[in-house]
């Protein structure tokens, strides 16, 4: 192996001994070869290092941390030490696809303004697939209202992580808080291509610490967001009601994210931060998402009353809430 791969493949683990050894294997089965494996161990308890010992392979690179101190703190210790021009990630409970390397190397050689390429996924065990934007302009959209990513799919350029290391107070949305960050120092991307497998168990963060993730991803959104200066005129409680996933509302509630709603469009439309085509789009499908929960936890008739009085909702956005043809006006009795 060259002292100097092309491409630093991040793998950070704690307890991962019932799929460690398929996730190992399916890196060192790759098509493309030019490539070192960094493993980072956060002290596990379980056999896991003593599976990773037991594989002979000369690009790995075995990291035993003295004391446990998190995810992001060994995903960082791993950029400082990568000799990668690209830094791929990976977790230890995925599996790559064998030409997931080489069609993300090829992109990024041929497409010198992407910082940041990911990929579409398969969730391991099902047919389920999962993509992403794959252009700039659609995944700083997305971005406003969730993550662009699969973390352990993407690749990215290593200098650009050099100078923009992971925050650890974001964990565990401490992805999602990175790519907001580089999505204004270069092009970001996807690949349409399957090229992770990615399991779902009771064990990630994702699943025993969802509070504090909900929270920091909030955050992530509010930094997107505010390029729209939305905190000017509404709190941080009024914009986590109008995106999270809350069924119950006060009528003062409904008017306020409704007016959210329209001064992001509007305000989008003064500056042209995002593109605006996109922008619109989006924000109408999170409006008519907002009113149908609304709409599925209190009463039909008392609504209708409260929609007729509310301003900036229109006569099509109410029809869709109500599966009502669009020729209908406001007015026409709704049967249930």
């Known amino acids: 192996m060259k002292s100097e791969p092309l491409v630093s493949v991040l793998m950070p683990v704690y307890n991962c001994e019932k799929y460690i050894f398929e996730s190992v294997k399916s890196v060192l089965n790759q098509t ?16 896991t290092l003593s599976i990773i010992k037991s594989i002979n392979d000369s690009s790995i690179i075995l990291i035993e941390k003295p004391k446990n101190s998190g995810y992001t703190d060994s995903l960082n210790h791993g950029i400082s030490i990568a000799k990668g021009t690209y830094i791929a990630r990976m977790d230890g409970d995925d599996i790559c696809m064998p030409e997931r390397f080489e069609k993300q190397v090829a992109f990024l050689n041929a497409n010198r ?18 993509k992403h934007p794959l252009k700039h302009e659609e995944i700083l959209v997305k971005l ?31 992805d999602y808080e990175l790519w907001t960050r580089l999505a204004f120092l270069g092009k970001l991307a996807n690949l349409d291509t399957v090229l992770l497998q990615y399991r779902e168990h009771p064990n990630q963060i994702s699943n025993t610490n969802t509070s504090v993730q909900l929270n920091n991803a909030l955050t992530a959104k509010l930094q997107m967001l505010n390029h729209l200066s939305v905190l000017d005129f509404f ?26 709603f329209t001064y992001l469009q509007k305000k989008n439309q003064k500056i042209v931060f995002f593109q605006v085509d996109l922008f619109e789009e989006k924000v ?11 709409l599925e936890n209190e009463e039909t008739n008392t609504l209708r009353k409260l929609l007729f009085l509310l301003t900036r909702i229109s006569v099509i956005d109410y029809c869709k809430v109500l599966n009502l043809p669009k020729k209908l006006s406001l007015f026409t009795p709704h049967q249930n």
């Not at 493309?32 to 056999?47: H, K, N, P, R, Y």
């Not at 398969?122 to 999962?130: E, R």
């Not at 990215?156 to 992580?161: A, D, G, S």
């Open 144 to 174: 406003c209202f969730g993550t662009s990513f699969c973390h352990p799919s993407i690749m990215v350029r290593k200098e650009i992580l050099l100078e923009n290391n992971y925050n650890k107070n974001f964990e565990p949305a401490e």
């Open 284 to 294: 109408s499908k999170m409006r008519i998402v907002f009113l149908k929960r609304f």
């Open 113 to 130: 303004e992407v910082i940041l390429c990911g990929t579409a996924i398969q969730i391991i065990g099902s047919d389920k697939v999962l």
């Open 235 to 260: 709190t941080k409680e009024e914009v986590s009601l109008a995106l999270e996933n809350v069924s119950h509302y006060s009528f003062e509630e409904v008017k306020k994210t409704l007016q959210l």
């Open 32 to 47: 493309f070869t030019d490539f070192e494996l960094i493993i980072i161990d956060d002290c596990s308890t379980d056999a």
